[in-house]
Protein backbone atom coordinates (compact mmCIF):
# COMPACT_ATOMS: atom_id res chain seq x y z
CA UNK A 1 0.00 0.00 0.00
CA UNK A 2 1.31 3.42 -0.85
CA UNK A 3 1.76 5.55 2.26
CA UNK A 4 -1.64 7.68 1.42
CA UNK A 5 -3.37 4.51 1.84
CA UNK A 6 -5.40 3.77 4.71
CA UNK A 7 -3.69 1.38 7.27
CA UNK A 8 -6.51 0.15 8.92
CA UNK A 9 -10.41 1.13 9.72
CA UNK A 10 -11.77 1.51 13.36
CA UNK A 11 -14.95 0.56 14.03
CA UNK A 12 -16.70 1.80 17.53
CA UNK A 13 -19.17 -0.70 18.71
CA UNK A 14 -21.37 1.19 21.10
CA UNK A 15 -24.59 0.58 22.84
CA UNK A 16 -26.24 1.81 26.73
CA UNK A 17 -24.09 0.31 29.89
CA UNK A 18 -24.99 -2.87 30.65
CA UNK A 19 -26.61 -3.24 27.05
CA UNK A 20 -24.81 -6.14 25.10
CA UNK A 21 -21.59 -4.81 23.74
CA UNK A 22 -19.31 -7.46 25.14
CA UNK A 23 -22.16 -9.98 23.96
CA UNK A 24 -22.64 -8.63 20.45
CA UNK A 25 -18.52 -8.57 20.04
CA UNK A 26 -18.31 -12.28 21.29
CA UNK A 27 -21.23 -13.11 18.45
CA UNK A 28 -18.97 -11.05 15.86
CA UNK A 29 -15.92 -13.12 16.82
CA UNK A 30 -17.82 -16.36 16.49
CA UNK A 31 -18.98 -15.59 12.89
CA UNK A 32 -15.84 -13.94 11.79
CA UNK A 33 -13.78 -17.10 12.84
CA UNK A 34 -15.83 -18.91 10.56
CA UNK A 35 -14.19 -17.06 7.74
CA UNK A 36 -10.43 -18.07 8.47
CA UNK A 37 -9.98 -14.21 9.80
CA UNK A 38 -6.77 -13.81 12.11
CA UNK A 39 -8.27 -12.75 15.41
CA UNK A 40 -6.09 -10.61 18.38
CA UNK A 41 -7.91 -8.77 21.59
CA UNK A 42 -9.72 -9.22 24.24
CA UNK A 43 -13.45 -9.05 25.84
CA UNK A 44 -14.27 -7.89 29.03
CA UNK A 45 -17.39 -10.01 30.13
CA UNK A 46 -18.97 -8.62 33.52
CA UNK A 47 -19.98 -10.41 36.34
CA UNK A 48 -22.36 -9.58 38.74
CA UNK A 49 -23.42 -9.88 42.50
CA UNK A 50 -27.20 -9.71 43.69
CA UNK A 51 -27.99 -7.80 40.71
CA UNK A 52 -24.96 -5.47 40.58
CA UNK A 53 -21.82 -4.94 38.27
CA UNK A 54 -19.09 -6.94 40.71
CA UNK A 55 -16.22 -6.70 38.41
CA UNK A 56 -15.10 -7.68 35.10
CA UNK A 57 -12.40 -10.95 33.63
CA UNK A 58 -10.53 -9.83 30.56
CA UNK A 59 -10.37 -12.41 27.88
CA UNK A 60 -8.19 -13.02 25.21
CA UNK A 61 -10.14 -14.11 21.64
CA UNK A 62 -7.75 -15.85 20.21
CA UNK A 63 -6.67 -18.66 23.02
CA UNK A 64 -9.56 -17.95 25.71
CA UNK A 65 -6.97 -17.24 28.75
CA UNK A 66 -9.04 -15.08 31.30
CA UNK A 67 -8.05 -13.08 34.08
CA UNK A 68 -9.39 -11.02 36.91
CA UNK A 69 -9.60 -7.16 35.38
CA UNK A 70 -11.88 -5.27 38.10
CA UNK A 71 -13.58 -5.54 41.02
CA UNK A 72 -15.83 -3.52 43.37
CA UNK A 73 -13.93 -4.09 46.79
CA UNK A 74 -10.44 -2.89 47.32
CA UNK A 75 -7.92 -6.04 46.07
CA UNK A 76 -4.17 -5.34 46.98
CA UNK A 77 -1.63 -4.25 44.81
CA UNK A 78 -4.79 -3.49 42.77
CA UNK A 79 -5.35 0.74 42.02
CA UNK A 80 -8.78 2.41 42.11
CA UNK A 81 -10.34 4.37 39.25
CA UNK A 82 -13.44 5.92 40.59
CA UNK A 83 -15.65 3.03 42.08
CA UNK A 84 -14.06 0.26 41.28
CA UNK A 85 -10.37 -1.53 41.32
CA UNK A 86 -8.25 -2.61 38.83
CA UNK A 87 -5.61 -5.08 38.22
CA UNK A 88 -2.68 -3.69 37.04
CA UNK A 89 -1.18 -7.39 35.70
CA UNK A 90 -4.29 -7.45 33.50
CA UNK A 91 -3.22 -4.20 31.54
CA UNK A 92 -0.08 -5.06 31.07
CA UNK A 93 -1.09 -8.82 29.87
CA UNK A 94 -3.84 -7.09 27.61
CA UNK A 95 -0.85 -4.94 25.96
CA UNK A 96 1.46 -8.02 25.77
CA UNK A 97 -1.48 -9.37 23.54
CA UNK A 98 -1.70 -6.87 21.30
CA UNK A 99 1.98 -6.36 20.74
CA UNK A 100 1.61 -10.21 19.50
CA UNK A 101 -1.18 -9.67 17.50
CA UNK A 102 0.64 -6.68 15.88
CA UNK A 103 3.70 -9.38 15.34
CA UNK A 104 1.18 -11.71 14.00
CA UNK A 105 -0.45 -9.70 11.30
CA UNK A 106 -3.57 -10.10 12.69
CA UNK A 107 -6.96 -9.34 10.26
CA UNK A 108 -9.22 -8.19 13.30
CA UNK A 109 -8.23 -6.44 16.91
CA UNK A 110 -11.17 -6.13 19.39
CA UNK A 111 -10.48 -3.82 22.29
CA UNK A 112 -13.31 -3.79 24.75
CA UNK A 113 -13.63 -1.56 26.22
CA UNK A 114 -12.73 2.59 26.09
CA UNK A 115 -13.89 4.37 28.71
CA UNK A 116 -13.56 7.14 31.04
CA UNK A 117 -10.13 6.27 32.19
CA UNK A 118 -8.92 5.60 28.67
CA UNK A 119 -9.85 9.30 27.30
CA UNK A 120 -7.82 10.62 30.90
CA UNK A 121 -5.17 9.07 29.39
CA UNK A 122 -4.73 5.47 31.33
CA UNK A 123 -6.06 2.68 31.18
CA UNK A 124 -6.21 1.55 27.46
CA UNK A 125 -5.26 5.09 26.15
CA UNK A 126 -1.67 4.55 25.06
CA UNK A 127 -2.57 0.62 23.42
CA UNK A 128 -5.07 2.55 21.41
CA UNK A 129 -2.69 5.51 20.43
CA UNK A 130 -0.74 2.54 19.12
CA UNK A 131 -3.18 0.72 17.26
CA UNK A 132 -4.39 4.26 15.30
CA UNK A 133 -1.28 4.28 13.72
CA UNK A 134 -0.62 0.66 13.21
CA UNK A 135 -1.76 -1.83 9.90
CA UNK A 136 -4.26 -3.73 11.45
CA UNK A 137 -7.03 -3.90 9.07
CA UNK A 138 -10.25 -3.92 11.18
CA UNK A 139 -10.35 -2.97 14.77
CA UNK A 140 -13.26 -2.74 17.10
CA UNK A 141 -13.19 -0.67 20.42
CA UNK A 142 -16.20 -0.92 22.31
CA UNK A 143 -17.94 2.12 23.67
CA UNK A 144 -20.27 2.89 26.16
CA UNK A 145 -22.63 5.40 24.24
CA UNK A 146 -22.26 8.07 26.63
CA UNK A 147 -18.87 8.72 25.86
CA UNK A 148 -18.92 7.90 21.98
CA UNK A 149 -18.81 11.47 21.24
CA UNK A 150 -15.46 12.01 23.11
CA UNK A 151 -13.94 9.02 22.24
CA UNK A 152 -14.51 9.74 18.42
CA UNK A 153 -12.88 13.17 18.69
CA UNK A 154 -10.17 12.24 20.84
CA UNK A 155 -8.86 9.61 18.36
CA UNK A 156 -10.59 11.04 15.42
CA UNK A 157 -13.27 8.02 14.59
CA UNK A 158 -15.82 9.35 11.53
CA UNK A 159 -19.63 8.76 12.15
CA UNK A 160 -19.86 6.19 9.46
CA UNK A 161 -17.38 3.87 11.68
CA UNK A 162 -19.85 3.83 14.58
CA UNK A 163 -22.01 0.22 14.93
CA UNK A 164 -25.05 0.66 17.05
CA UNK A 165 -25.84 -2.83 18.59
CA UNK A 166 -29.45 -1.65 18.53
CA UNK A 167 -29.35 -0.93 15.21
CA UNK A 168 -27.04 -3.04 13.09
CA UNK A 169 -27.36 -6.97 13.39
CA UNK A 170 -24.46 -8.78 14.36
CA UNK A 171 -24.86 -11.04 11.24
CA UNK A 172 -24.72 -7.35 9.12
CA UNK A 173 -21.91 -6.91 10.98
CA UNK A 174 -20.19 -9.95 10.30
CA UNK A 175 -20.05 -9.16 6.30
CA UNK A 176 -19.23 -6.00 6.80
CA UNK A 177 -15.85 -6.71 8.58
CA UNK A 178 -15.27 -9.95 6.19
CA UNK A 179 -15.52 -7.33 3.38
CA UNK A 180 -13.57 -4.65 4.83
CA UNK A 181 -10.83 -7.41 5.73
CA UNK A 182 -11.28 -8.68 1.88
CA UNK A 183 -10.73 -4.93 0.36
CA UNK A 184 -7.07 -4.48 2.50
CA UNK A 185 -6.05 -7.96 1.45
CA UNK A 186 -6.67 -7.18 -1.78
CA UNK A 187 -5.09 -3.66 -1.61
CA UNK A 188 -1.88 -5.01 -0.01
CA UNK A 189 -1.49 -7.35 -3.06
CA UNK A 190 -1.59 -4.54 -5.09
Excluded at 22 to 32: A, I, M, N, Q, Y
Excluded at 48 to 61: A, P
Excluded at 132 to 143: D, F, H, Y
Aim: aromatic share 10%; with cysteine; proline share 3%.
Amino acid sequence: MGSGDQKHTIYLVTGAIQGGKTSFLSELVGLLKKHELKFGGFLAPGSFDSGERSGFTLKNIENGMELPLVADREIGGWFRFRRFWFNPAAFKQGREWIHQCLEQETDVVVIDEVGPMELEGSGWSDILDLLKIESVPVQLWSVRESQLGEVMKRWGIPAGQVIHIDKMHVEQAAVLMKDMVNKFRELKQH
